[in-house]
């Protein structure tokens, strides 16, 4: 599956099916925990809020990071970080709706 697909796949997707492929993934690579995992990418999330700026170079770092046994022109680690952070985004919008903030 090209990356195209995949990331027209993702749009399909909602936060819970996004997160249980994710989780399947980590448990494959066995490497790390997802929670960990989860969380450094919701902390260069806010970063990169805060900053003003998007930038898609630190998720792909921090997951190569987590996962260094496993080569990082792996397409695994890409679909990793794509459904980990529609995950976030889809919780963060859903949280915002919820408390009529908006963008």
């Known amino acids: 599956m090209d990356s195209n697909t995949f990331a027209d796949m993702l ?16 448990q494959m690579l066995g490497e790390s925990s997802f929670e960990k995992y989860q969380h450094s990418m919701m902390d260069i999330v806010i970063s990169n809020a805060q900053a003003g700026k998007h930038d898609e170079k630190r998720y792909f770092q921090q997951t190569e990071n987590f996962f260094p046994g496993v080569f990082s022109d792996n397409d695994l680690l890409a679909k990793l970080a794509g459904l980990t952070l529609m995950s976030i ?4 919008e859903k949280y915002n709706r919820k408390m009529g903030i908006s963008k």
């Open 89 to 92: 985004t889809l919780r963060v």
């Open 11 to 26: 749009l399909t997707f909602d936060a819970s099916t996004c997160e249980r492929h994710a989780r399947k993934i980590v």
